[in-house]
């Protein structure tokens, strides 16, 4: 895929002929952030990097997106569920790979990556992998020839155990009909974004804030467009859906929740615009509105899996009584 978009590697990244996406960010409930940022301090806190260690086991798990993926992606119920984990080692570089569904597609891709450290080169080659593992992925979708007929929306995650650096965010997209990929860039003032790092809570509290809130949203974003894009796709497939589903799902059902899901995004959107443009009091009802949308979305869309969680029936009075 490097070769298909004619790239020198003596150029550096940022003369590389990489075309961009906007990316855009959907603001996430206050509460939602909080839990956040408050999992990922306490583990940065349990698991304390220790220089001895080879692994540095706990300035990974901080570095890790896992908390934000658990979190956001509860907003969805179970309509999103991660269908492939894979650890690789190649070489120096280790990487652990997420994929994830919604219905029919796979609109969702997110890697944890160990890069040896710094070079351009070796971020081109860390693009490469993803487009690669993208265009792996695509053909999981059903679409002509096994390409999938929907964008994939890579995340990839540097979590550099130097701690002299912080870990870094890309975003990349994948469309498989052109079979043809961009890297998302965020227009900020008079400049774009591509790399987003998130920094040390016990360094500085501020910057992480700040940092975790602007990934959290633009992930949140993606995940929406690829509910909306994997829902619009699976839309005339109901022959395909299996024991769970309702078969007499039709057009009119799909389209109220496509319908909710196009507004809770609009609605996400406008909030994380109305906050940057310093207008912070009507941002938390703006995303009450976005969420109510999107519960409305979920809760009408076509089942796809068993949505009830494993402890719904427990009795909690019941299990107190018991020695």
């Known amino acids: 895929m490097i070769a298909d978009k004619h790239f020198d590697p003596c150029l550096p990244l940022s003369k590389a002929p990489i075309e ?6 959907s603001r996430i409930p206050t509460s939602s952030f909080n839990s956040i940022a408050h999992e ?11 220089s001895h260690h080879p692994l540095h086991l706990g300035y990974k798990s901080y570095a890790s997106l896992a908390p934000i993926f658990n979190h956001l ?3 969805f119920q179970s309509l999103y569920r991660t269908t492939t984990q894979a650890h690789v080692v190649e070489g120096t570089m280790s990487k652990f790979k997420y994929s ?5 597609f796979f609109p969702i891709l997110h890697e944890e990556i160990q890069l040896p450290t710094g070079s351009d080169l070796a971020k081109l080659d860390a693009i490469a992998e993803i487009v690669l593992d993208c265009s792996g992925q695509n053909a999981h979708g059903p679409g002509q020839a096994g390409r999938s007929t ?11 155990l130097n701690q002299s650096k912080v870990p870094t965010v890309r975003f990349i997209k994948f469309e498989g009909a052109s079979r043809s990929f961009f890297v998302g860039a965020e227009a900020r003032k008079n400049s774009q974004t591509e790399v987003y790092g998130l920094y040390q ?7 992480f804030s700040k940092s975790l809130r602007g990934i959290c949203d633009i992930i949140f974003d993606l995940l929406l467009l690829g509910f909306i894009d994997s829902m619009k796709a699976s839309r005339g497939l109901q022959f395909a859906f299996g024991k769970f589903d309702y078969a007499e799902e039709d057009a009119e059902k799909w389209d109220v929740s496509i319908n909710h899901a196009e507004i809770a ?3 996400f959107r406008e909030a994380a615009e109305q906050y940057q443009n310093g207008r912070l009091g009507c941002c938390d009802d703006i995303v009450e509105e976005g969420m109510q949308a999107l519960n409305t979305a979920v809760e009408s869309s076509p089942g796809w899996y068993p949505r009830e ?5 427990w009795n909690v009075d019941e299990i107190d009584r018991r020695p």
């Open 150 to 160: 929907i964008p994939i929306y890579a995340i990839l995650c540097n979590p550099y």
């Open 309 to 313: 969680n494993a402890m719904t029936h």
């Open 265 to 267: 995004l609009k609605k």
């Open 40 to 50: 990922i301090d306490l583990v940065k806190v349990q698991y304390q990097r220790n």
């Open 73 to 75: 992606l509860a907003k």
């Open 20 to 25: 961009n996406f906007p990316l855009r960010r």
């Open 100 to 104: 994830y569904q919604a219905f029919l």
């Open 201 to 207: 809570p016990d360094v500085d509290p501020f910057m």
